[in-house]
């Protein structure tokens, strides 16, 4: 019978192993949104919770809202490839996966049905673009129509002529140029301080994204749909084949469950949020139909320009979108 000293020792060993068998595996999660109550910030910690009751605490994952790492909203992308951070939100990604700028295309997408439709052709060139730099696509969301907002007067498309507007991407910004405004591509932390010291007059946005971090900041709303806005949930693919197989499939049928909600959570709360935004005293504008055509003639030749721009998977997703939607 072995020692009382030896079975101690060996109880405490099994315990210590049995503690390594069941630590669990704890990712970071970084979002560019700095505002915890936007949808797609609810979206993601819903995601975590399931992730983390699913897998009975076997996958804890700690979530940092934006501005609060050292990593700029552009910069996600490449934090996801180094493993610096594990699992995201890459709503900056047009200059590192450029593919997701088709979606961003100003007056290209008109319509909820035009926007269901180009993300499902969009979806498989996303998982390869991401593919090549060790990611994987979990799923991806999309805010409502992106309009213009301003500190300044900003009622109609006239108005636009001079003032310096935020946008997320070059294809916004393009829409901003030929208007006769000058875009600043910003990410969203610095958006707020952005306006506060009028380094920018206002920007492009929706009610249930930024409007609701910045609405204080600004006075008008001019509903013109210039695009939609699109974002990723992506995780490193080597963090994620680590896990064993059950918990991968986890992780996988929460993250597109979770981004396809924020979608839909946020097309319910945005006529309600821009309701109560006119109560607080914002003056809220309707954009006419003569203003869309006229938008979208001067828009439909950049089309066939950013095509030719990003390479054969562009043109070719661009090709088939444009079929899809009959634009």
Request: proline share 6%; net charge neutral; hydrophobic share 45%.
């Amino acid at each position: 019978m072995p020692h009382p000293f030896r079975r101690t020792i060996l109880a405490a060993c099994l315990l210590l192993t049995a503690t390594a068998a069941q630590a669990a595996t704890t990712w970071e999660c970084y979002v560019y949104n700095p505002l915890a109550k936007q949808p797609s910030v609810d979206a993601m910690v819903r995601m975590i919770n399931e992730i983390k009751e699913k897998t009975n605490g076997d996958v804890l994952i700690n979530l940092h809202l934006g501005g609060s790492l050292p990593i700029k909203a552009d910069g996600i992308t490449a934090a996801v490839t180094d493993n610096v951070i594990q699992i995201a939100d890459d709503g900056f990604a047009t200059g590192t996966i450029p593919i997701t700028g088709v979606l961003r295309l100003p007056m290209l997408l008109q319509t909820p049905a035009d926007l269901d439709k180009a993300m499902a052709i969009v979806a498989p060139y996303l998982e390869t673009a991401y593919g090549k730099r060790g990611i994987s696509v979990l799923g991806q969301y999309s805010y409502p129509f992106q309009v213009l907002w301003g500190r300044k007067k900003i009622t109609s498309l006239e108005d636009i002529k001079g003032l310096k507007l935020r946008v997320t991407s070059v294809e916004q910004g393009e829409f901003i140029r030929r208007f006769g405004g000058v875009p600043l591509t910003m990410g969203s932390p610095d958006v707020a301080a952005a306006l506060d010291r009028g380094v920018v007059d206002g920007g492009l946005t929706a009610s249930s994204g930024g409007g609701l971090a910045w609405h204080d900041l600004l006075k008008y709303r001019f509903a013109f749909p210039t695009s939609y806005v699109n974002s990723t949930f992506v995780v490193n693919k080597e963090a994620l084949a680590a896990l064993p197989p059950a918990t991968q499939k986890i992780v996988q049928e929460a993250g597109a469950r979770w981004s396809q909600w924020a979608t839909k959570e946020m097309n319910r709360q945005e006529d309600e949020i821009t309701t109560q935004f006119g109560k607080e005293g914002m003056i809220l504008t309707d954009a006419t139909p003569a203003e869309i055509a006229e938008a979208t003639a001067k828009m439909q030749p950049y089309w066939d320009q950013w095509g030719k721009a990003h390479g054969p998977d562009a043109a070719d997703a661009l090709a088939k979108i444009r079929a899809a939607v009959g634009r």
